[in-house]
């Protein structure tokens, strides 16, 4: 697994969490890096991503101005930031490097995935 992701939990409406995710082998190096979701019975989507050197960023809709992403790239890790959080928040979150420099808000642009990691947000 080249990614990891970690973070995830139970949280009340209103509360945050900061999602990592880690990268082994180095496939961050040069490529933007993306978060997807995946809500219970929904399908997967698109989240936010960060170019290789973090200065661009996109956000879904739903999440603009309460989720903030971020990376390290000297210690290869990438930060998803969410704050407010609402119970549709609630879903398996994905983090994905990039083919390229800026991913794009399609699965398509991403190549390495991680595994995954819950995030529930109870009303």
């Known amino acids: 697994v080249q990614l990891q992701a970690s973070g995830g939990g139970l949280v009340q409406a209103g509360g945050s969490l900061r999602l990592s995710c880690a990268d082994s082998?180095?496939?961050?190096?040069?490529?933007?890096v993306g978060w997807f979701r995946r809500a219970p019975g929904k399908e997967r989507e698109f989240v936010a991503t960060?170019?290789?050197?973090?200065?661009?960023?996109t956000y879904a809709d739903s999440v603009k101005g309460r989720f903030a992403i971020s990376r390290d790239s000297a210690k290869n890790l990438v930060y998803l930031q969410m704050n407010s959080l609402k119970p549709e928040d609630t879903a398996v979150y994905y983090c994905?490097?990039?083919?390229?420099?800026?991913?794009?808000?399609?699965?398509?642009?991403?190549?390495?995935w991680g595994q995954g990691t819950q995030v529930t947000v109870s009303s």
């Open positions: 994905a490097s990039a083919l390229g420099s800026y991913g794009g808000i399609s699965e398509g642009g991403y190549r390495y």
């Open positions: 082998r180095r496939t961050f190096s040069n490529n933007a």
């Open positions: 960060i170019s290789w050197r973090g200065e661009r960023t």
